[in-house]
């Protein structure tokens, strides 16, 4: 149970979401580091770049969840470190503006 500030009550928190969210979010690192873009979802995700503009986050945000949902269950978000693709056994699946972008 968590505590609402607004309203002084508690909550109910249902833990199967906070397992979701917490696989969501820990799929959605380690793409970003087989990408080679650990670099921005720090900079960008985590808020180190006191700098960075909400477009460009949510820019960056969209376009990693895009390929996510190509690679991982994100409905039923599954313990991530069971999926090959993430991980890096086997190779990505692109979106199809993606593939157009890299041979235009």
């Not at 900079?43 to 949510?58: C, F, H, M």
């Not at 945000?61 to 999926?83: E, G, Q, S, W």
Request: aromatic share 12%; glycine share 2%.
């Amino acid at each position: 149970m968590r505590r609402n500030k607004s309203r002084n009550a508690f909550i109910q928190v249902n833990p199967e979401a906070v397992i979701k969210k917490r696989n969501f979010w820990l799929a959605f690192e380690k793409l970003c580091e087989r990408l080679g873009r650990s670099k921005d979802y720090f900079r960008l995700i985590r808020r180190r770049d006191p700098d960075a503009t909400i477009g460009e986050i949510s820019e960056f945000r969209r376009k990693m969840t895009r390929l996510l949902a190509f690679n991982y269950d994100v409905h039923r978000c599954p313990d991530p470190c069971i999926n090959k693709r993430i991980y890096g056994d086997e190779p990505l699946n692109y979106p199809p503006e993606w593939k157009e972008a890299k041979t235009a």
